[in-house]
């Protein structure tokens, strides 16, 4: 969709996504799945990954990059 379309309603497409990241949330999926996918050797069709920003009220968003660290450990 276009920014113009986007814009009014940006609040009450995610709750999680603040005003300032969210022109940048659709590249963010597309570098997530495609990190997971082809950078770590996650099945494409497979649908055992969860994305959460927060649990028990505590922001958990960073733990995707230490997902990778340890994702690398392995295979290296």
Known sequence: MDW???EPIYKDIHTYTRPDGFPHRC???VY??????AGYGFDGGNR???YKFDIGGNEVEWTFGMLLVERSRLRA
């Open 4 to 6: 113009e379309v986007l």
């Open 27 to 29: 590249f963010e999926s």
């Open 32 to 37: 997530i799945g495609t990190c997971l996918k």
């Open 48 to 50: 055992g990954v969860s």
